[in-house]
T-cell receptor, first 116, second 116 residues
Framework: AQKITQTQPGMFVQEKEAVTLDCTYD???????LFWYKQPSSGEMIFLIY??????QNATEGRYSLNFQKARKSANLVISASQLGDSAMYFC?????????????FGKGTLLTVNP | KAGVTQTPRYLIKTRGQQVTLSCSPI?????VSWYQQTPGQGLQFLFE???????NKGNFPGRFSGRQFSNSRSEMNVSTLELGDSALYLC???????????????FGNGTRLTVT
């Protein structure tokens, strides 16, 4: 079973508008971390935001916020005031706390295109 | 502070050859992980090193190996290259001691390997 599901292969948004990128996850581990990364065409994976399973409040980092709904196992990324430079692939990822393997498990990604 | 540095950026090899990729983590980071990214399989975990010891390994054949040096720099080696090894290889480092589920990974620009 997929541990991270991103159901939107591609999304379009107008510059200056907000956009939500969906992510659902599957784990039975009570301790886990959820991450969002941005990958421009250059290839570098840029860390954007983190949400821990025990965090009571949704994470925010500048124009990025994470809509964390634990009961629904969703961790959607919200980008406010989109900019042309936000056009990139966005990956949702999870690290589980159980055991000793803290590898990042990634979703398939969402390609975001910001139109002028 | 310099980010994760990967060299070379691009490599072209022929089937049967071997290749070595290099990664220098962020200063002070002691955990280094490697990931393979392909269009078909997405991002997959290769292995993680901490204090010169391999801590975790993904589901890859023994042709894929790595090591970490005392200065935390890491190398990844792929022997007897196959066409399917063509991919973007991403290295990531983590500050946490040791790497844990709530610690973000910081990635480099990657090495794009093409096997012909």
């Amino acid at each position: 079973a997929q541990k991270i599901t991103q159901t939107q292969p591609g999304m379009f948004v107008q510059e200056k508008e907000a956009v939500t990128l969906d992510c659902t996850y599957d784990t039975s581990d009570p301790s886990y971390g959820l991450f969002w990364y941005k990958q421009p065409s250059s290839g570098e994976m840029i860390f954007l935001i983190y949400q821990g399973s025990y965090d009571q409040q949704n994470a925010t980092e500048g124009r990025y916020s994470l809509n964390f709904q634990k009961a629904r196992k969703s961790a959607n990324l919200v980008i406010s005031a989109s900019q042309l430079g936000d056009s990139a692939m966005y990956f949702c990822a999870m690290r589980e706390g159980g055991g000793s393997n803290y590898k990042l498990t990634f979703g398939k990604g969402t390609l975001l295109t910001v139109n002028p | 502070k310099a980010g994760v540095t990967q060299t070379p950026r691009y490599l072209i090899k022929t089937r049967g050859q071997q290749v070595t990729l290099s990664c220098s983590p962020i200063s002070g980071h002691r955990s280094v992980s490697w990931y393979q990214q392909t269009p078909g399989q997405g991002l997959q975990f290769l292995f993680e090193y901490f204090s010169e010891t391999q801590r975790n390994k993904g589901n890859f054949p023994g042709r894929f190996s790595g090591r970490q040096f005392s200065n935390s720099r890491s190398e990844m080696n792929v022997s007897t290259l196959e066409l399917g090894d063509s991919a973007l290889y991403l290295c990531a480092s983590s500050l946490s001691f040791p790497s844990s589920y709530n610690s973000p990974l910081h990635f480099g620009n990657g090495t794009r390997l093409t096997v012909t």
